[in-house]
């Protein structure tokens, strides 16, 4: 099956601190990987859209130089909350779009926690 | 844009019985899918589910399968023999775009009980 990895999959940070999450598909590559935020008790919100070479897609409201998305590789996105605060303390996760597959394939998460 | 609800916050089952859990959409799309996912409290997204709207056959998968009425735009997951490790969240999500982006409906919290 295709499996994604997140890493880290907890970090604690204090604040004005930057953060960097990483996403690897670790059996196929994925031109374009999906970041996703969700807060206690609601559902995922499409942050952006990674797409391999080229800049990321931000949905709207998403400050795009707050969460910086580079996608370096054909198995990697990494996304980096620069200047963190408490609010942006959240559920990130993280998924891989496979061609020729109906499905998403979803990364662990990343549960981060600004003090 | 399209619209997915989920009119059910929370659902309880008994063990062994089946649950309808409830999944309506909105979209001009005449071609278009929808998913489900199972999302425990570890947080990872499980994939159960998914149906296309050109699909003649409801889609089953196991336990899952889905009731699609296109007619009616909704796509309900009914899990038949219920066990406590169906207790989760539960999401339905319509992709949107080239680039298969998800929107996800706000989700329904099963709890399996004895």
């Known amino acids: 099956g295709a499996v994604v990895s997140q890493h880290p999959s907890r970090v604690i940070c204090k604040s004005g601190t930057s953060v960097k999450i990483e996403c690897r598909s670790l059996d196929f590559q994925a031109t374009t990987m999906f970041w996703y935020r969700q807060f206690p008790k609601q559902s995922l919100m499409l942050m952006a859209t990674s797409n391999e070479g080229s800049k990321a897609t931000y949905e709207q409201g998403v400050e795009k130089d707050k969460f910086l998305i580079n996608h370096a590789s054909l198995t990697l996105s990494t996304l980096t909350v620069t200047s963190a605060h408490p609010e942006d303390s959240s559920f990130y996760i993280c998924?891989?779009?496979?061609?020729?597959?109906?499905?998403?394939?979803f990364g662990p998460g990343t549960r981060l926690t600004v003090l | 844009a399209q619209k997915i609800t989920q009119t059910q916050p929370g659902m309880f089952v008994q063990e062994k019985e089946a649950v309808t859990l409830d999944c309506t959409y909105d979209t001009s799309d005449q071609s278009y899918g929808l998913f489900w996912y199972k999302q425990p409290s570890s947080g990872e997204m499980i994939f159960l589910i998914y149906?296309?709207?050109?699909?003649?056959q409801n889609a089953t998968e196991g336990r899952y399968s889905l009731n699609f009425q296109k007619a009616r735009k909704s796509a309900n997951l009914v899990i038949s023999a219920s066990q406590l490790g169906d207790s989760a969240m539960y999401f339905c999500?319509?992709?949107?775009?080239?680039?298969?982006?998800?929107?996800f409906g706000t989700g329904t919290r099963l709890q399996v009980t004895l």
């Open positions: 998924s891989a779009y496979r061609g020729g597959y109906n499905e998403q394939f």
């Open positions: 999500a319509f992709p949107t775009g080239t680039a298969s982006k998800l929107t």
């Open positions: 149906q296309g709207s050109y699909d003649e």
